[in-house]
């Protein structure tokens, strides 16, 4: 490989620092080229110079504008000409800019750069691992906000508001604290995931206006919204609301608390992802629940990362590596519990870098 062109949001942050600007959402390509043997290129719209210049590590910037020109394909011939071999992520291109390259490079020159990009982002440094570290502050602070905003009668969106500043109050007082970069925004912007009642077994539903009511379950979910410094993790809870009326509830719940705790008795350096996800798979079964979902997934800069913990993935796991790992159990129609931590593979076990208890009475408010 002799050029790799990169366009994924979450690994142009990875490789040059670049943060902050728009993108496909708007029909803006940014692309990171960076040469084997030469410098390494940022292509980004003219409107985000001051950002690109103030916090993009590269050896040059190329700017393009709206209707001007060939707008961002203007350089590219340049960096992919000749006989060079490219490296490209065929599965997260944008489609424009994936027709342009075909358009100038022959397929046999493409090759795909994902597996790379993929092992390099595995294997977290010591400076990820502390943003990491703080990223689970976030999520045990809108943890703590959203259990405490819990009440008869309480709309969903109010949970979600007491979570969502909290978590902006963290990341602020952890930004201002350990982090020299005063331009990277506390603030938290994903939509909570949160059902109760009824709709429990809706699995992403996002808190609405509708009223939380005695004996009702709630699920908090914040594993979108656990993203500090660009660093994402997964954390959820299920909880009660003065007491379980449906005792069917109780046992399914501890299946879910089993099946995590049986994920956790295997997890460590050494082994490979999918025997995570047996152990876990195993306990759910073995109580009578239909066969689940992957029981966690590598996380960092993005949300998905390899590998993960699912039935198929051979991938041994290594010290560095971070992992959301759950345990659920569903019941279609009538239930549904997870609970869900993050956690740093290390030499000898893990870390566990998120916390709230799991026993029935303890979420049980």
């Known amino acids: 490989m002799n050029v790799a062109l990169i366009t994924d949001d979450d690994s142009v942050y990875y490789y040059s620092g670049y943060y902050d600007y728009l993108h496909m959402d708007f029909g803006r390509p940014t692309l990171l080229i960076v040469s084997v043997d030469g410098e390494s290129v940022l292509i980004t719209p003219s409107m985000e110079k001051e950002m690109a210049q103030s916090a993009a590590v590269v ?49 046999d020159r493409l090759t795909d750069l994902m597996p790379l990009v993929s092992e390099m982002r595995m294997i977290k440094s010591s400076d990820e691992l502390q943003i990491a570290r703080h990223a689970g502050e976030v999520g045990i602070a809108m943890m703590d906000a959203g259990r405490g905003a819990i009440g008869e009668g309480v709309p969903e969106y109010e949970v979600a508001l007491s979570a969502t500043q909290a978590g902006t109050r963290k990341a602020a007082d952890l930004l201002k604290t350990h982090y020299s970069d005063k331009r990277m925004s506390p603030s938290i912007h994903f939509m909570q995931i ?24 709630i699920f908090l979910c914040f594993c979108g919204m656990t993203n500090f410094h660009s660093f994402k993790l997964g954390f959820d809870r299920t909880f009660w609301l003065g007491e379980i009326t449906d005792r069917s509830q109780e046992s399914a719940y501890q299946t879910a608390v089993d099946s995590q705790a049986a994920a956790l008795s295997v997890l460590g350096p050494g082994v490979a992802a999918e025997e995570v996800h047996r152990a876990y798979a195993d306990v759910i079964q073995a109580a009578g629940y239909e066969y689940p979902f992957r029981c966690g997934r590598a996380t960092g800069f993005s949300f998905l990362e390899r590998p993960q913990l699912v039935y198929g993935d051979k991938t041994i796991l290594q010290p560095g590596m971070v992992f959301a790992v759950d345990g659920s159990v569903t019941v279609p129609g009538k239930f549904r519990a997870q609970v869900g931590d993050s956690f740093i593979i290390t030499h000898d076990r893990y870390e566990q870098i998120t916390t709230h208890p799991n026993a029935v009475a303890e979420v049980t408010i």
């Not at 394909?73 to 291109?93: K, Q, S, Y």
């Not at 949160?194 to 379950?217: C, F, I, N, Q």
Request: charged residues 25%; hydrophobic residues 35%; negative net charge.
């Open 59 to 107: 050896d040059r910037i190329e700017l393009w504008n709206d209707g001007m020109g060939n707008e961002w394909r203007e350089a590219l011939p340049g960096f992919l000409g000749g006989t060079a071999r490219i490296g490209v992520e065929p599965d997260l291109m944008p489609p424009v800019v994936r027709s342009y390259v075909d358009s100038l490079v022959n397929p």
């Open 194 to 217: 949160m059902a109760s009642g009824k709709e429990m077994t809706m699995t992403h539903h996002r808190a609405s206006t509708k009223e939380l009511k005695y004996g009702e379950p």
